[in-house]
């Protein structure tokens, strides 16, 4: 079971020096990281998951991790990005910017579908497979549709920004042909350049939630891979 962000600031960090809360910041960070490379690891889910899940210890960590930085903050600290935290906020930072997102995925054998979102005036959403297009249809969890600020606010929640820019199996030491590419790509309006992500049979810990975004039937594919 895990606590709250307070029950884990009067735990583990209130009366903590600022070398303490660096100490205890690093290792919220390395456990994050940890927990994305288990998820992402091409044999996660063949064991059985044990509760709480990777998924919902990743959540809390996030929540614990923003409470160390405040407390860092309060004891007169003053907490640096690191690189990849950098290219995180620069992500979110201009997500409101966002004036189109392309989403593709498929294989040589298949060909690729692309969900394309255009978010310049409004929200407006459609596929293409080869030359054809089709109307594509968002809705939220309460299947309600999509607009620009909803849709927007669900994807701030996966947290792309934090993705690797290109995933492949070579990570873990595995070498996979042909199978499943795909690619995701932000342009912008206020001149920022495009931001990409790709992968190789290899995807982020949260992707089957992306594919959801775009309403992508995920228990269907998991259906067929069997």
Request: hydrophobic share 30%; aromatic share 14%; glycine share 8%.
């Amino acid at each position: 079971m895990m606590i709250s962000p307070e029950g884990y600031y009067e735990e583990y960090l209130r009366g903590k020096t600022k070398t303490q809360l660096m100490t205890t910041i690093r290792g919220l960070k390395q456990e994050i990281g940890r927990l994305k490379n288990t998820m992402e690891s091409p044999e996660y889910g063949q064991n059985e998951i044990v509760h709480p899940s990777e998924d919902t210890r990743l959540h809390w960590n996030r929540e614990y991790l923003e409470r160390a930085k405040q407390a860092y903050a309060e004891a007169g600290g003053t907490y640096t990005l690191s690189k990849s935290e950098e290219k995180a906020a620069d992500f979110d930072s201009n997500m409101d910017f966002i004036s189109k997102i392309t989403f593709s995925i498929g294989g040589y054998f298949g060909g690729y579908r692309s969900y394309v979102i255009e978010l310049s005036d409004g929200l407006r959403a459609y596929t293409k497979l080869w030359e054809d297009e089709e109307p594509l249809v968002l809705l939220d969890e309460d299947d309600e549709p999509f607009t620009k600020e909803t849709f927007i606010a669900a994807l701030a929640d996966l947290h792309i920004g934090e993705w690797r820019r290109r995933y492949s199996t070579l990570r873990f030491g595995y070498i996979v042909c042909d199978g499943t590419q795909w690619e995701l790509e932000f342009e912008y309006s206020n001149g920022h350049k495009p931001v990409r992500f790709d992968g190789d049979n290899s995807y982020p810990y949260n992707f089957d939630k992306l594919q959801m975004l775009f309403c992508i039937d995920v228990t269907e594919e998991d259906d067929e891979d069997e």
